[in-house]
């Protein structure tokens, strides 16, 4: 069996990265509303630090220290993973499932930040993607982990085996209703005590 297993808010807390990024990109003097100007200009390519801030020095001077450091949080990311995060892998490889990682965003920045959580032996295929994961060539014949509801939307087009949404507390997608069958859980440790899988 498949399990397409989502990264961002479902194995990786991108709050606390995020809270680390701008407390960085603040200490070189960068207003947070200057950088989330710049995003917005090229959020079509998905989020990506670095081409933000290249707009971003077209507006305000900055030492170039900055990228470098940046380059050291995101070589980091496996300090960013979620407690359960591991522990679900290992029980999916464990369990003998078929794990493809399935992510949407910046193809390079979703690259690196998967490359540098070090869980490389615990998943059999990584998909980046800018598409919504319902529109992808896949064989959707699987049991789909997801936190974010509108991709879940997506999802449910297809003919899928299982839908489980990932509802973290004060996670940022938690409000939003999700039509349509899926299984609610809380955290990934949840899938494994109720044998969702
Ligand atoms: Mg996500």
């Not at 299982?162 to 004060?170: C, D, G, S």
Request: hydrophobic residues 35%; contains cysteine; glycine residues 4%.
């Amino acid at each position: 069996m498949k399990v397409y297993v989502d990264f961002d808010r479902t194995l990786f807390d991108c709050e606390k990265f995020l809270g680390d990024l701008y407390t960085l990109i603040n200490k070189y003097g960068i207003d947070k509303s200057l950088f989330k100007e710049c995003q917005n200009q090229c959020i079509k390519d998905g989020f990506n630090p670095y081409t933000i801030l290249d707009l971003v020095k077209k507006e305000h001077q900055f030492d170039d220290k900055l990228y470098e450091d940046i380059d050291n949080l995101i070589k980091k990311t496996n300090e960013y993973l979620f407690s359960d995060a591991i522990t679900f892998l290992k029980y999916l490889k464990d369990h003998n499932y078929e794990v493809i990682l399935l992510t949407k965003g910046n193809i390079s920045y979703q690259n690196d930040k998967v490359h540098y959580a070090n869980i490389e032996s615990y998943y059999d295929k990584l998909i980046v993607t800018m598409q919504h994961k319902g529109e992808l060539d896949l064989d959707y014949q699987g049991v789909f982990v997801d936190d974010n509801p509108h991709e879940i939307k997506s999802i449910l087009k297809r003919k899928v085996t299982k839908v489980i949404y990932l509802k973290r507390e004060n996670a940022k997608y938690n409000k939003i209703p999700v039509d349509g069958k899926v299984t609610t859980v809380k955290s990934l440790q949840e899938i494994i005590d109720k044998k969702e899988l």
